[in-house]
């Protein structure tokens, strides 16, 4: 009887996966979204997010809210794969906060708890691991905006895991946009847009110059052989 009970949760995350996969957002709702989301109705966040508990904004930050001219999350110019990976990110960016809805260092619990589903749903190793850490470190740029982190650190979670594929510039794009979804979602924080904006132009930055010394070293390294 257990078997069969998990069955048709399987079933949905698959279905989930492909939804996500096609950008098909209007369709997530509760009967196709894993039981874990669904236990984040009804928290209470804080006073920014305006009555928004947890699900609500998630899904706000994915489909929009045309009444309050908000657009879906943007995909646009991305592979297909970097994509999902967005979408996948952005719908477990907040699961930490069955634990604990004001927690400011949620992400990270968003990410572990992410993970037993990210496996329900077919995510391969380097899969799993890149939509993690899209998780875990959703706040960066937010958290660089704030000076809680240095640069150093800040570059550091913008490395892609082995295999990817991905550049540090990629990643720090897909962060972008996620942030920027996610703060604009928040009436509260939409105000404080412009901060996200000032990261990215700051990180991009520091990633063009140290691309242009790691070229520059490997240039000596090579004329010196």
């Given at each position: 009887?257990?078997?069969?009970?998990q069955?048709?949760?399987k079933?949905?995350?698959v279905?989930?996966?492909?939804?996500l996969?096609?950008?098909r957002?209007n369709e997530?709702?509760?009967?196709?979204?894993?039981?874990?989301?669904?236990?984040?109705?009804?928290k209470?966040?804080?006073p920014d997010?305006?009555?928004?508990?947890?699900l609500?904004?998630?899904?706000r930050?994915?489909k929009?809210d045309p009444?309050?001219?908000?657009?879906?999350l943007?995909?646009?110019?991305?592979?297909?794969?970097?994509?999902e990976y967005?979408r996948?990110?952005?719908l477990?960016?907040?699961l930490?906060?069955?634990?604990?809805?004001?927690?400011?260092?949620?992400?990270?619990?968003s990410?572990?708890l992410?993970?037993?589903?990210?496996e329900e749903?077919?995510?391969?190793?380097?899969?799993?691991?890149?939509t993690k850490?899209?998780?875990?470190?959703?706040?960066?740029?937010g958290?660089?905006?704030?000076?809680?982190?240095?640069?150093?650190?800040?570059?550091?979670?913008l490395?892609p895991?082995?295999?990817?594929g991905?550049?540090r510039?990629q990643m720090?794009?897909l962060?972008?946009?996620?942030?920027?979804a996610?703060?604009?979602?928040?009436?509260?924080?939409?105000?404080f847009?412009y901060?996200?904006?000032q990261?990215h132009s700051?990180?991009?930055?520091?990633l063009?110059e140290?691309?242009?010394?790691e070229?520059?070293s490997l240039g000596q390294?090579?004329?010196?052989?």
């Amino acid at each position: 009887i257990a078997g069969g009970a998990q069955e048709p949760e399987k079933g949905k995350l698959v279905i989930l996966r492909n939804l996500l996969r096609e950008g098909r957002l209007n369709e997530l709702n509760k009967d196709i979204l894993p039981k874990e989301l669904l236990a984040l109705k009804g928290k209470e966040q804080t006073p920014d997010h305006a009555g928004l508990d947890p699900l609500e904004h998630t899904l706000r930050i994915l489909k929009g809210d045309p009444d309050e001219g908000l657009e879906p999350l943007n995909t646009e110019g991305l592979s297909l794969e970097c994509a999902e990976y967005l979408r996948t990110a952005a719908l477990f960016h907040d699961l930490g906060k069955i634990e604990n809805p004001l927690d400011p260092e949620h992400s990270y619990s968003s990410a572990r708890l992410a993970s037993p589903i990210l496996e329900e749903m077919d995510f391969n190793r380097m899969e799993l691991g890149l939509t993690k850490q899209l998780i875990a470190s959703s706040h960066v740029l937010g958290q660089f905006a704030q000076s809680w982190i240095t640069l150093q650190d800040a570059l550091s979670e913008l490395t892609p895991p082995e295999g990817s594929g991905l550049t540090r510039e990629q990643m720090l794009e897909l962060h972008y946009r996620l942030s920027r979804a996610d703060m604009r979602s928040i009436p509260g924080l939409r105000p404080f847009l412009y901060t996200i904006d000032q990261s990215h132009s700051v990180l991009k930055e520091a990633l063009r110059e140290a691309e242009s010394k790691e070229v520059s070293s490997l240039g000596q390294a090579v004329r010196k052989y």
